[in-house]
């Protein structure tokens, strides 16, 4: 009996069926990238400090000088969360007192900003930090916005498979997409932040991929205020919809559910795209497989951890992703907070992606994976503790690495997918690879704080970020080389970790002993 792939060997690898369908996948893609990083400009904050009420009986000397002064960056900037107390000041203007000359305003008491803030308008019209005061006491909920959005991923991931067994992948894929267009829709009506949270982790749950390279070359239109922002990046959502015409149900699934005429339509269909003359019947009911129904042995999530090499394995894939993750999701956020003009800096942190991926593409063509990895991630986290060393009037030069800092995780992230799958055997590569993405989403949850703690120091996000790559480079010098090697089928085939010492095996010698007679590779592990 012939399987799904002997079947339709027929059509070919790289047809016009194939490659069509291939950039309608991409475009329905597209609003991925937009709503996964569009909290960098709605949770963006800007310079604020204390509102003083017009209707205070205060000199003009006084309301001046109604907010201390604070150190940052090297200068004197009005404090965003203190003010002096009202009723002191006031009494103060009313005798005709001078602050500074009769009142040493160190001495002076201080209150919170009962009043509210005033929030400068120089680039944002407004945000959500400044629609809902979401500074000083309650600047936590802002990075919990951009943590809720990715638990929303994370949701998502889990419960997207099985969803996509059920009702079909076409299905599936234009309802999420519909959850992202639609959910984002509504957060343009948010009455408060609870309302806007709740809605983006729903945005999040529909986001199941996140592919960030297209957000920012669309955000060089200057929305300045959050609801447009908003109203403008559900546009591609709902032109998208027109792809659901375009897009075939897949025919493996339709087979599995018993839909023969279905699939055979669409493998018609594409042979006549490719120009090839398909044989009238197709799909022989009696002779495909039923895959579902053969007796495999079962595999549960517990043995990622039987042996020790796969043990191994599998902590420092989590903790490689994970580290990952929050530096590339954190550089990313951290964008805003560049010198320069924001919408410029978040231009260059996605352009600063194509040639990290083009130079991934060619270290995964032609050399080792482990140095590769490591290389780049040694790239990323060094020149990220360099920032620290920039002297403050050349802020470009700061700029400068932190986009390299950028390039070398990009390059890392996008390698890690290959470098993961290679390393886990055949019979648990899915669950492998599915537990490092999990790791990789907490990263991202994570991301938002790291950024955060940027406003007690400037540079420790930098130094933070920069330390946790590094040490992970070194780590990934332990990691088994998979490059030109045979994927491995079973648990005990797998490649071992290095420095760690192991019994020789009877299945593992002769693993070895097929692997001299037949090396297998596969060239689809090589992007």
Known sequence: MRDYDEVTAFLGEWGPFQRLIFFLLSASIIPNGFNGLSAVFLTAAPEHRCRVPDTANLSSAWRNHSVPLRLQDGREVPHSCRRYRLAAISNFSALGLEPGRDIDLEQVEQESCLDGWEFSQKIYLSTIVTEWNLVCENDWKAPLTVSLFFVGVLVGSFISGQLSDRF?????????????????????????????????????????????????????????DWRMLLLALTVPGLLCAALWWFIPESPRWLISQGRFKEAEVIIHRAAKINGIVAPSTIFEPSELQDLSSKKQQSHSILDLLRTRNIRVVTIMSIILWMTISVGYFGLSLD???????????????????????????????????????????????????????????????????????????????????V????????????????????????????????????AYDRFLPYILMGSLTILTAILTLFLPESFGTPLPDTIEQMLRVKGIKYRQTSSHTRMLKDSEDSPTVLKSTAF
């Open 335 to 417: 964008t805003p907070n560049l010198h320069g003009d924001v919408y410029l800096n978040c231009f260059l942190s996605a352009v600063v992606e194509v040639p990290a991926y083009v130079l991934a593409w060619l270290l995964l063509q032609y050399l080792p994976r482990r140095y590769s990895m490591a290389t780049a991630l040694f790239l990323g986290g060094s020149v990220l503790l360099f920032v620290q060393l920039v002297p403050p009037d050349l802020y470009y030069l700061s700029t400068v690495l932190v986009m390299v800092g950028k390039f070398g995780v990009t390059a890392a992230f996008s390698m890690v997918y």
């Open 168 to 224: 079909g992948r076409k299905n599936v894929l234009f309802v999420t997409m519909g959850m992202q267009t639609g959910f984002s829709f509504l957060q343009i009506f948010s009455k408060n932040f609870e309302m806007f949270a709740v809605l983006f982790v729903l945005v999040g749950m529909g986001q199941i991929s996140n592919y960030v390279a297209a957000f920012v070359l669309g955000m060089t239109i200057k929305l300045e």
């Open 419 to 454: 470098y993961t799958a290679e390393l886990y055997p055949t019979v648990v590569r899915n669950m492998g690879v599915g537990v490092s993405s999990t790791a990789s989403r907490l990263g991202s949850i994570l991301s938002p704080y790291f950024i955060y703690l940027g």
